[in-house]
């Protein structure tokens, strides 16, 4: 048995490229960035109005007394007018060029109409209500570097340069496999001594939020079968996420299967709880990556979190977040292990607050649904009411 931080060192040195591949627009969410963006015009793209009223010569509107003639109306989407006399006016749209020869827009609500004159009665600065050319950004700079992962801010910019395809990261093909005679599918009524299939469900949606689509696969406990089949997998998949099967039981053959299929085990159990027997290995010859949790559906989603998401990140180039929360009472850890304990974070005086939700322990699925992460525990240690702890968050927090 390996300490926790030992375990997720080898795993993050297991990381691994998978290449480029070009995507749509609409189904970039989520990836990650594989070209620099650069402003292919620049941003606004010419001087705009921001507001709905006349632009104006701000020289010429000083010496036309007060009534500004109207001489047309310019409007978002057509090309740039002339003001041809600088004592008069043009209607303005907001999103619309600014004419020629004017140089400040002034609202309606600052003017009074009548007939085909405008009178201003408010005090008017020049160059006020015009979104410059250029002001944001200047042609040809970057405005997603490389590596950028593409939420829905990066999808507008995207939009507004252009690129309806893109170069991004290749995510790995990922097979998510549950073993167990006891399981059943979600549609079918088990029987006394079974239980329906969670763990793939769990793994499936995980990934699903991360941008990653996989395919599920539920093995019996039979070591010929479990060969058969995880071979087949090994030439399909970059990525096998299994769960239960590792743990010292009659039946639990994931490991003897994965030594004679060649797989090159890099360690098997964790000094952590919940998680332990986790088993983590490589296929050489295929370049499939194995994470083998431990069956029990909080050791499963546990693991998946310390282990799996900081892998993906590193191997899409992305960095961690390190979280921490002040703990709201006092814990103590008096085992050997790393523990991960489910908490519920609050903000409170602007500060994360994690108070440990009590659970009946690893098999407890629907403590998960009551808890916003896992904070790390060292082992032997007794941590003080307030004292700063890391954080796994599980859910979306605030
Ligand atoms: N003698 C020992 N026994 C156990 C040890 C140990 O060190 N020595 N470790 C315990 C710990 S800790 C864990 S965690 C479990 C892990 O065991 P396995 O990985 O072999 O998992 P299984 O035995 O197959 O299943 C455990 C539990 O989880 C349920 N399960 C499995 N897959 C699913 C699924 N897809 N959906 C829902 N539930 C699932 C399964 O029915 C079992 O109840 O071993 C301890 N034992
Ligand atoms: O380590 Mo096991 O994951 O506690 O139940």
């Given at each position: 048995m390996i300490p926790f931080e030992e375990a997720l060192n080898h795993v993050l040195e297991y990381c691994q490229d998978y290449g480029v591949e070009q995507v749509g627009l609409g189904e970039s969410l989520n990836r990650v960035l594989a070209e620099p963006i650069e402003a292919d015009r620049d941003f606004p793209p010419f001087d705009r109005s921001t507001k709905d009223g006349i632009a104006v010569n701000f020289k010429g509107m000083q010496l036309a007394e007060s009534h500004l003639k109207i001489q047309g109306i310019a409007q978002a989407g057509s090309s740039q007018i002339t003001l041809k006399d600088d004592a008069h006016c043009i209607e303005i749209m907001t999103g619309a060029v600014l004419p020629e020869n004017s140089d400040t827009v002034i609202m309606y609500e600052h003017l009074e109409r009548s007939n085909d004159n405008f009178k201003v009665h408010k005090a008017v600065k020049k160059g006020q209500n015009i979104h410059s050319q250029a002001s944001d950004v200047a042609k040809g700079e970057i405005l997603l570097p490389s590596g950028t992962r593409i939420t829905a801010s990066e999808i507008g910019v995207l939009a507004s340069v252009g690129k309806s395809n893109i170069q991004v990261k290749k995510l790995p093909e990922i097979g998510v496999v549950a073993t167990g005679n006891e399981l059943v599918e979600v549609n079918e009524k088990p029987l006394a001594h079974q239980i329906r299939k969670s763990n793939t469900y769990s793994l499936t949606g995980l990934l699903t939020d991360l941008g990653i689509l996989s395919e599920s696969y539920h093995f019996k406990d039979d070591a010929e079968s479990l060969k058969i089949e995880l071979e087949g997998l090994l030439h399909k998949k970059d990525v096998l996420l299994l769960s239960g099967g590792v743990s010292k039981g009659k039946f639990d053959f994931l490991p003897e299967t994965f030594a004679k299929l060649g797989v090159e085990k890099v360690f098997h159990k964790v000094l952590q709880r919940p998680g332990k027997p986790f088993w983590f290995g490589k296929h050489v010859k295929t370049n499939t990556l194995i994470?083998?949790?431990?069956?029990?559906p909080v050791s499963t989603f546990a693991n998946f979190h310390v282990y799996f998401i900081p892998w993906l990140n590193k191997t899409l180039g992305l960095s961690s977040a390190r979280i921490t929360v002040f703990l709201k009472e006092s814990v103590e850890n008096t085992t050997g292990l790393t523990l991960f304990k489910g908490v519920r974070v609050q903000v409170i005086n602007g500060q994360f607050e994690a108070e440990v939700v009590q659970t009946?322990?690893?098999?407890?699925?629907?403590g998960l649904t009551k808890i916003d992460g896992f904070v790390q525990l060292p082992s032997n240690t007794k941590l003080e009411k307030g004292t700063l702890v890391p954080l796994v968050p599980t859910k979306t927090i605030v």
């Amino acid at each position: 048995m390996i300490p926790f931080e030992e375990a997720l060192n080898h795993v993050l040195e297991y990381c691994q490229d998978y290449g480029v591949e070009q995507v749509g627009l609409g189904e970039s969410l989520n990836r990650v960035l594989a070209e620099p963006i650069e402003a292919d015009r620049d941003f606004p793209p010419f001087d705009r109005s921001t507001k709905d009223g006349i632009a104006v010569n701000f020289k010429g509107m000083q010496l036309a007394e007060s009534h500004l003639k109207i001489q047309g109306i310019a409007q978002a989407g057509s090309s740039q007018i002339t003001l041809k006399d600088d004592a008069h006016c043009i209607e303005i749209m907001t999103g619309a060029v600014l004419p020629e020869n004017s140089d400040t827009v002034i609202m309606y609500e600052h003017l009074e109409r009548s007939n085909d004159n405008f009178k201003v009665h408010k005090a008017v600065k020049k160059g006020q209500n015009i979104h410059s050319q250029a002001s944001d950004v200047a042609k040809g700079e970057i405005l997603l570097p490389s590596g950028t992962r593409i939420t829905a801010s990066e999808i507008g910019v995207l939009a507004s340069v252009g690129k309806s395809n893109i170069q991004v990261k290749k995510l790995p093909e990922i097979g998510v496999v549950a073993t167990g005679n006891e399981l059943v599918e979600v549609n079918e009524k088990p029987l006394a001594h079974q239980i329906r299939k969670s763990n793939t469900y769990s793994l499936t949606g995980l990934l699903t939020d991360l941008g990653i689509l996989s395919e599920s696969y539920h093995f019996k406990d039979d070591a010929e079968s479990l060969k058969i089949e995880l071979e087949g997998l090994l030439h399909k998949k970059d990525v096998l996420l299994l769960s239960g099967g590792v743990s010292k039981g009659k039946f639990d053959f994931l490991p003897e299967t994965f030594a004679k299929l060649g797989v090159e085990k890099v360690f098997h159990k964790v000094l952590q709880r919940p998680g332990k027997p986790f088993w983590f290995g490589k296929h050489v010859k295929t370049n499939t990556l194995i994470f083998s949790f431990p069956g029990n559906p909080v050791s499963t989603f546990a693991n998946f979190h310390v282990y799996f998401i900081p892998w993906l990140n590193k191997t899409l180039g992305l960095s961690s977040a390190r979280i921490t929360v002040f703990l709201k009472e006092s814990v103590e850890n008096t085992t050997g292990l790393t523990l991960f304990k489910g908490v519920r974070v609050q903000v409170i005086n602007g500060q994360f607050e994690a108070e440990v939700v009590q659970t009946t322990g690893s098999g407890d699925l629907v403590g998960l649904t009551k808890i916003d992460g896992f904070v790390q525990l060292p082992s032997n240690t007794k941590l003080e009411k307030g004292t700063l702890v890391p954080l796994v968050p599980t859910k979306t927090i605030v």
